[in-house]
Every structure is written in structure tokens, then in C-alpha cells.
């Protein structure tokens, strides 16, 4: 009997030492993300632009654990026209880079695990910080409200893939007011036709700008604020322009790190506002009242975005 159950433990050995070469055998031959849009004809200019830009080897490392965006040949051939480039070669490699790595998240993320909410991509603003992008997952897949995954969760060696039909662009401040309904509010205000400034042209300019950007809820409480206003619409428009750029800082990305507490922070209006920074969370003290900052550094192209709980008052 001891003869048989030493047999058997060298047999049980044996044979899982099998299965775990099967599986190491499995994992060798599941291609990396480089591999699969090299042997996908529709990922060709993918592949292409990989190349110019320096990435392969980035995103052939199988011990990467990635989320890709992959665009089509026609989304890269839309883009191509869209921006007057006539081929890949016209596309300086640094804008290249950027806008290639604004399609890859550090983290692997399938569909399922996708939410409603931002990501940091490997892409870089000026500064080095990340460069984020939205993500809503209530009717499918959305990125920065323009872009549908057109096919998701194509699992490779060193993450997955999931299939764009266009390219997708670094998104600046008023990318992220518009994609995210959160703010809905703040772009309906942005854009009332009678305001005798044009806050989105404005805000899509080179910057660099901090916005603190006020929450749906935050413009219900100061409508609720007020008996005379009962929509965004009743809100003279000097006092509306007056507030919206009291939200605004002009020629800084002030992203958390970077607050120094209780000092003064110049606003687009003109005057000032400071954040203490004593509690567990940021307060902004305005002229008026105060906010808490609920979350912080949304990085566009021109700036960054502070998400607040309440409409600051001059």
C-alpha cells in the first residue's frame, strides 16, 4: 500500500506539472496586444502608427496588464481627414504619441468591470500628469459622450481590447462638462444664448485653465436659494456671467496637489477666493459662502477640472 501511494503522489506530480506547462504553453501563445492588430487586416494603420510612434514595444509586453481602444482603419482615416492630414506620415510623432496613448488605461478593464465615471490614461499633459477621459456605461459603452465601443473584450496576453469606429481625441476642459451629465446644469448655464460672453469658446482656448465646476445639485440649491428663480433662465445674466467666472482660473492648471491652503486664488472675475485644506476634504471659501471640493483632478488638454458641491457666490 505505501508502494501504491507513493506511485500515486508521483502521478498527481506529474500530472499537474503538465497542466501547469499547458497553461504556461497557453499564455505564450496568446498574442499581446501588438500580435492580435498585427494579424487583424481592420488594425492595420493601427499597427502603422504604433510603429511611427514608438509604442510597439510598450504594448507588446506580456507582463502589461492594459485596456486599449482600438480605432478602425476607417476611424483613422476620418481622422486623417478631419485634422488635413493627407497620410499617418503627416501626423507629427508627438501628437501621434498622445493621441495613441489617450486610447490605453494602465489597468485592465473589461465591460463589466467599466463604470460610469473617469479614467487616466497613459497619455500626458504638459506637466506629466495623466490625461483623463470619461467614460459612461449607462447605454453601452460612451467615451467623452462622442465615441461607441463598437465591439468590447477581446482578451489578449497583456490586457484587453475593445473596438472604437473613431479615433478619440484628448478632451479639453468643455469636453468634460458636456460628456459628463453630472454637469449638465453648469453647460446649460454656459450656454444661454443672451450671456454676452462666449464661455465655451472661451474654455476650449489654449489656457492652461482651473475650473471648479459645480454639480447639478449645486444649481438646484441656489435656484432653491432664490423665489425668484425658478429656472437657470431667471438668473439676470450679469449676475450669471459675474458667477460663472468666479469659477475660473485663467493661465494655471491647479491640479490638488498644487493648492496652497488658505492662500488667495485670482479668479477669471477678478477677485478672490482661498481653500483650506484643514479637513478631509478641500473648502473653497468664497466671497459669499463656501464648497467642498468632491472630486479633483479631471486633466483636459487646457486644464483641469475640481468638481464642487456648491455655486460659489463673489
Not at 10 to 36: G, H, K, Q, R, Y
Not at 69 to 84: G, M, R
Not at 90 to 101: A, K, Q
Amino acid at each position: 500500500m505505501k508502494v501504491h501511494s507513493y506511485a500515486l503522489s508521483i502521478l498527481m506530480v506529474f500530472t499537474l506539472s503538465l497542466s501547469f506547462l499547458s497553461c504556461d504553453d497557453d499564455d505564450a501563445m496568446e498574442p499581446t496586444i501588438v500580435e492580435f492588430a498585427q494579424d487583424n487586416t481592420n488594425f492595420s494603420i493601427l499597427v502603422d502608427a504604433l510603429t511611427a510612434a514608438g509604442l510597439v514595444d510598450a504594448l507588446n509586453d506580456r507582463t502589461s496588464s492594459l485596456t486599449v481602444f482600438a480605432p478602425t482603419n476607417a476611424a483613422f482615416e476620418a481622422f486623417l481627414t478631419a485634422n488635413n492630414f493627407v497620410s499617418l506620415n503627416d501626423v507629427p510623432v508627438d501628437l501621434l504619441r498622445t493621441v495613441l496613448l489617450y486610447h490605453v488605461l494602465p489597468t485592465e478593464e473589461t465591460s463589466s468591470k467599466l463604470t460610469s465615471t473617469y479614467y487616466n490614461t497613459l497619455a500626458e499633459y504638459a506637466d506629466g500628469e495623466p490625461l483623463t477621459l470619461y467614460i459612461n456605461t449607462s447605454g453601452g459603452v460612451k467615451i467623452n459622450a462622442a465615441i461607441d465601443v463598437a465591439a468590447a473584450d477581446e482578451e489578449v496576453a497583456n490586457g484587453v481590447i475593445h473596438t472604437v469606429n473613431e479615433v478619440i481625441e484628448p478632451a479639453n476642459v468643455v469636453t468634460f462638462a458636456t460628456a459628463d451629465p453630472t454637469f449638465s446644469n453648469l453647460v446649460a448655464a454656459l450656454t444661454r444664448t443672451d450671456l454676452t460672453a462666449d464661455f465655451v469658446s472661451i474654455l476650449s482656448g489654449d489656457g492652461p485653465f482651473t475650473v471648479f465646476a459645480p454639480t447639478n445639485a449645486a444649481f438646484e440649491a441656489l435656484l432653491a436659494s432664490n423665489p425668484d428663480w425658478n429656472t437657470l433662465a431667471d438668473i439676470p445674466v450679469a449676475t450669471l456671467e459675474t458667477v460663472l467666472k468666479y469659477h475660473v482660473v485663467a493661465g494655471a492648471n491647479v491640479r490638488a496637489a498644487d493648492i496652497v491652503s488658505d492662500a488667495p486664488v485670482t479668479t477669471f472675475e477678478g477677485s478672490t477666493f482661498s481653500i483650506s485644506l484643514a479637513g478631509s476634504a478641500p473648502v473653497i471659501n468664497a466671497g459669499s459662502n463656501t464648497a467642498t471640493i468632491v472630486a479633483t483632478d479631471v486633466q483636459g488638454t487646457n486644464g483641469v477640472v475640481h468638481a464642487i458641491d456648491t455655486v460659489l457666490l463673489p
